[in-house]
């Protein structure tokens, strides 16, 4: 049987105890071997004042350092512009084995937003996609992905075979944690302690990061 590997995106600006959590627990779910945290390339202009593409990325690599199964993967970072899903989901597929795995997770934001995504259409040739929802909501989906759903969603995610083709929905209760409350937190001087791993937090504070005098 081939391996199993996940997938999971962000800007990670920075990586906190939310983002962790929730990849550890799909991992354990679904028996990943690896699950990557792929830091986003963005356009320089939207990085935060001060806190570069290579911050965000070595915090994540603090975060994770020795957290088997999480790992880092850096490829979107090393182009230089913004990449499409699609780009690294064929770059990635082109290095595994033909009967291995990959799961892509996606917010349930991210994956309704899914039909204005380059060749979104294609993504399914690459990967099975893992939907991450809250227990309490009753969202609908748009009408552009109800033909995929029915064609392609199965109920449960463990019982995902194949290298590829489906939608699965996982169920998590997510941490109220997120990226933006951090970086406020810290521009007003104020703690961020367990709300991210003390590694990234010794980072944060050793390169003065998100602080209002930077
Ligand atoms: P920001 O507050 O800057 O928008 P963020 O905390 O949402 O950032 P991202 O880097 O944008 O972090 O998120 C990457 C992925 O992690 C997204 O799919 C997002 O839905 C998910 N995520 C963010 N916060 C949490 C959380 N608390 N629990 C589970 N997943 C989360």
């Not at 990586?15 to 945290?37: F, K, N, P």
């Not at 690599?61 to 957290?67: H, K, L, M």
Request: overall charge negative; charged content about 20%.
């Amino acid at each position: 049987m081939g391996k199993r590997i996940g997938l999971l995106g962000g800007t990670f600006d920075p990586v906190h105890i939310g983002h962790l959590r929730s990849a550890l627990e799909v991992a354990d779910t679904l028996g990943l071997q690896e699950l990557r945290l792929i830091p986003n390339a963005r356009p320089p202009h939207r990085d935060t004042p001060q806190v570069s593409a290579q911050e965000r990325l070595a915090m994540v690599q603090c975060a994770v350092a020795g957290i088997a199964p999480l790992v880092v993967d850096d490829r979107e970072l090393k182009r230089d512009k913004p990449s499409y899903t699609i780009d690294t989901l064929e770059q990635t597929r082109a290095e595994l084995a033909a009967d291995d795995q990959l799961f892509l997770l996606l917010g349930w934001d991210a994956f309704c937003a899914l039909p204005t995504w380059h060749r979104w259409e294609e993504l399914l040739q690459h990967c099975h996609i893992l939907v991450l929802q809250r227990p309490d909501a009753d969202s609908e989906p748009p009408d552009a992905l109800r033909n995929l759903l029915a064609a392609r969603s199965v109920s449960d995610p463990q019982a995902l075979t194949g290298p590829s083709g489906n939608i699965a929905f996982v169920w998590q209760t997510p941490l109220a944690v997120s990226a933006t409350q951090i970086r406020q937190l810290l521009a007003s001087g104020k703690s961020v302690r367990f709300l991210v791993p003390d590694a990234v937090l010794a980072y944060i504070d050793a390169h003065g990061l998100y602080r209002a005098s930077n």
